[in-house]
């Protein structure tokens, strides 16, 4: 087995990797959003987002559950004021 290359990847991938497609981790704290599921209404497509962190013993832990549309997620990413660093 000496001939088993590596491919580094960074901690940040590892966990997008680990936590599957509905990863969305914040770039300060050790929290992130999950995306569970969506449901269609009349109304609107409606998803349900767990806001995560790691308890003291490193096991993730749901803070909170939202369940937010899908057009009011992307009018509030599409508004959001850039900020020029």
């Known amino acids: ?8 990847i960074t901690s940040e991938q590892r966990m997008k990797n680990l936590k599957g497609a509905g990863y969305v981790p914040c770039k300060v704290y050790n929290r992130w959003l999950q995306f569970e599921r969506s449901a269609q209404m009349s109304d609107g497509e409606y998803i349900i987002i767990n806001v995560m962190t790691l308890n003291s013993n490193g096991d993730d832990t749901k803070l909170c559950e939202l369940v937010l549309t899908k057009e009011d997620l992307l009018r509030a990413i599409n508004n959001a004021e850039r900020l020029d660093v």
Do not use: E
């Open 1 to 8: 087995m000496d001939n088993v290359i590596r491919f580094p």
